[in-house]
């Protein structure tokens, strides 16, 4: 008799109390119950108050922690941390979930998949990565699997489930994405690691992306535009060569300037906005600069 593996669940919310209690909801009448669940609040303390289920019976396999500073990462480290069972499911906290939700989880770990990304509907329809570009380079890192049962490296980091060994080898997850990739990083960072992820779309819920709130702290509009490039180059530098990364620079700058023709300024913000992100992403040491994390990382086509 093959034993299930044990699962817990690592939930990072911000001032979403109303959908995160109708999230919990459905975790507590799974089928197939969680092992653990760990809800960690990164609710600003100038918004912050005490769910009322916290100490409600129904809700007792609930555990629930602070987490202080910016970033989904952070917060979703704090639980990590924390985590006894073998996998652990990442879960956005504004998530409906079918009763069988873990359950079908857990089947697809057993059959030896380290990784397994499920399928998200979002107003009725199925999110799949981007539809293809002239910009080879992200073609890859998002893998467009459409809803087929494949390997990916695209993974949503609100809805995937992995062996906590794994992620205990990755350091966790990157803390220094403030607004964007960090799906991205999370994804490339298993493949890099030699772990093949699943995308399983009989794994399925529903994403309601809630219009407030979230694992994201809230920024004023200047910071979420310079980081949409800071985050990117972030990326690009912990991954990839040094040449990779000023060809990303080259083009962004290219696309600006065709995109902002006759409108002066606009093109000097856009323009700051990218010199600004290169500064920032500047400062952020990278341990392991444009060099994989492992030496064979194309050899399994199957889990054993």
């Not at 979930?97 to 873990?102: R, V």
């Not at 803390?175 to 992820?197: M, N, S």
């Amino acid at each position: 008799m093959t034993i299930a593996p044990s699962l817990a669940v690592v939930i990072a919310t911000s001032d979403r109390y109303a959908v995160l209690e109708d999230t919990l909801r459905d975790l507590l009448v799974q089928s197939e119950p969680a092992d653990e669940i760990l809800v960690v609040d990164a609710t600003p303390a100038a918004d912050h108050a005490i769910p009322a289920w916290v100490d409600a019976p129904t809700h007792a396999r609930v555990r629930y922690l602070r987490s202080e500073g910016i970033g989904a990462n952070r917060a979703r480290n704090v639980g990590l941390r924390d985590v006894r069972a073998d996998y652990v499911l990442l879960l956005d906290d504004d998530m409906r979930l079918p009763t069988d939700c873990l359950a079908r989880v857990r089947a697809a770990h057993r059959e030896g998949w380290e990784a397994v990304h499920g399928q998200l509907t979002e107003n009725g329809r199925s999110l799949v990565p981007m539809t293809p570009s002239d910009r080879p380079l992200w073609d890859v890192v998002r893998h467009r699997h459409g809803d087929l049962r494949c390997h990916t490296i695209a993974v949503s980091s609100g809805f995937t489930s992995i062996r906590t060994a794994r992620l205990r080898a990755l350091g966790w997850l990157d803390e220094d994405y403030v607004y964007l990739f960090d799906d991205l990083d999370l994804g490339l960072g298993l493949w890099r690691a030699g772990c093949i992820t699943l995308h399983d779309p009989r794994v399925t819920a529903t994403h309601l992306r809630a219009p407030a709130g979230g694992g994201r702290h809230p920024q004023p509009a200047a910071l979420m535009a310079r980081n949409k490039y800071a985050d990117k180059y972030r990326f690009l530098a912990k991954w990839f060569s040094a040449r990779a990364l000023r060809v990303e620079l080259m083009v962004d700058v290219a696309i600006v300037l065709r995109a902002h023709i006759g409108r002066p300024v606009a093109l000097v913000r856009e323009l700051k906005e990218i010199a600004d992100a290169w500064r920032a992403h500047a400062r952020v040491p990278w341990p392991s600069v444009g060099r994989p994390r492992s030496s064979a990382l194309h050899t399994a086509q199957r889990p054993a």
